[in-house]
């Protein structure tokens, strides 16, 4: 099997450098290659703008819209902050672009989620709340502490330790005193937490939670419509561009071809090509696309929990191989044996030249390449032209084996 794709690979290769049979000199090789290089790159960017008319889910929604229609959890002020919601819904996405994308809805939830953000009554209350966290953080650490010391004294007190001794300068009168006072200080940082907290009292959350309720549902379906339709949109947006292509260079390819331009129907012969290979990758794309993700998902967690990466690399590598090898295999066998190596057979002869070669035919075996032109017909027995269909002399069409 490898020795086969092997072979073909190197008859592809040789057909690829020649043209009219004959081997393209060193830098004709080169220039060939760049113009294929060259052609890889203008038929890519020519895919690209035309999948551009097809915005993908991730920035027609944009992240901090997806973040928002899959939110469970009630809004708070953290989600409004500019630094402590960053990594779920930033300001801006990773490539520039608005992280709420480009949907009409997505966008007008993102001016309403800004408004809260920018708010100066909301700004100035987060400087407020973010004072008092840390006043009731510190009041929590010195209750726990004085609560940890009249332990202590309690225990002296039981164990009836001389005041000369203790290890506390205070009473346990002092401390208990102190302790009220602290715990009356927490309850009002609680009560302004919560109040700082309450984001019903500023009239742009209101706006935005309302809009948020409203239109929450509708962004969800929305969004699995897009991701559920992307791939065939995709495809069908690239096959817009590369069909058009293929059939054009194709079609001119074959009219060079009639006209004996061979340089020119070689290079449209390639762009043809390019555009199918691209072809090819798209239908692939859209194949694996609309295949499961669960099930190569499953395939890949059984090799990896039994330690076996290398044997799914291996069938990868594999995979591509057999792919490629019988694509290859099919266009050489059509192009050595088939009907389109018969038709430009029969295209040479009526031009009066060899039917493998394409040059002029002068006696029974060709000056180029040696094949034998003549053979005799099995009704007369006069000599004829091996690979025509009837005899020159009699009409009779000849054998299989001998046209063939």
């Known amino acids: 099997m490898i020795q086969r794709i092997k072979y073909y690979l190197s ?25 294929l290089f060259t052609i890889f790159i203008v038929i890519g960017w020519g895919l690209e703008w035309q999948l551009k008319q097809e915005k993908s889910p991730a920035k027609a929604y944009g992240t901090a819209c997806k973040a928002l229609m899959n939110k469970k959890e009630d809004f708070n002020v953290r989600d409004f902050s500019r630094f402590a919601y960053r990594q779920e819904i930033s300001m ?36 407020t709340l973010s004072e008092v966290q840390k006043k009731l953080q510190d009041t929590q650490y010195k209750i726990q502490s004085l609560k940890d010391s009249y332990g202590d004294l309690l225990l002296e007190k039981v164990a009836k330790q001389e005041k000369a001794k203790s290890i506390f300068s205070t009473d346990v009168a002092k401390i208990k005193e102190e302790l009220e006072k602290l715990q009356n200080s927490e309850q009002k940082y609680e009560a302004s937490v919560l109040k700082l907290s309450d984001l019903n009292r500023y009239p742009a959350y209101t706006a935005f939670i309302d809009y948020y309720k409203a239109h929450k549902e509708e962004l969800k379906e929305a969004y699995e419509n897009k991701v559920r339709y992307f791939s065939f949109k995709r495809t069908m947006q690239a096959f817009a561009f590369l069909i058009p ?11 060079m071809l009639r006209r004996e331009y061979y340089i020119l129907s070689h290079l449209t012969l390639h762009v043809a090509n390019v555009a199918a290979v691209y072809g090819l990758f798209y239908l692939v794309l859209f194949i ?21 990466v290398i044997v799914l690399n291996v069938l990868a590598i594999l995979f591509f191989v057999v792919l490629f090898g019988v ?19 029969l295209l040479n ?18 000056f180029v390449c040696g094949f034998h032109h003549t053979t005799p017909c099995a009704a007369c027995r006069q000599p004829t032209l091996r690979k025509g269909e009837f005899c020159r002399h009699c009409g009779a069409k000849m054998q299989s084996g001998d046209a063939a």
């Not at 490539?95 to 708010?119: I, P, Q, T």
């Not at 292509?245 to 009219?255: D, N, S, T």
């Not at 694509?327 to 057979?345: F, L, M, P, S, V």
């Open 349 to 366: 002869l009526k031009m009066g030249k060899c039917s493998e070669c394409g040059c002029v035919i002068d006696g029974e075996y060709c």
């Open 288 to 308: 694996y696309d609309i295949i499961p993700e669960l099930f190569f998902q499953k395939i890949i967690a059984f090799f990896m929990q039994h330690n076996m």
């Open 11 to 35: 008859e592809y290769n040789k057909s690829l450098f020649r043209v009219n049979q004959k081997e393209l000199s060193r830098t004709s090789k080169m220039l060939l290659a760049i113009f």
């Open 327 to 345: 694509i290859i295999y099919r266009i050489q066998k059509n192009d050595t044996t088939g009907a389109k190596k018969r038709k430009q057979e």
């Open 92 to 127: 801006q996405g990773d490539d520039g672009e608005d992280a709420f994308g480009e949907d009409a809805v997505c966008k007008k939830l993102g001016v309403l989620y800004r408004a809260v953000s920018n708010d100066t009554a909301f700004s100035a209350d987060q400087k």
């Open 245 to 255: 292509v293929w059939l054009l260079f194709y079609l001119a390819y074959k009219f």
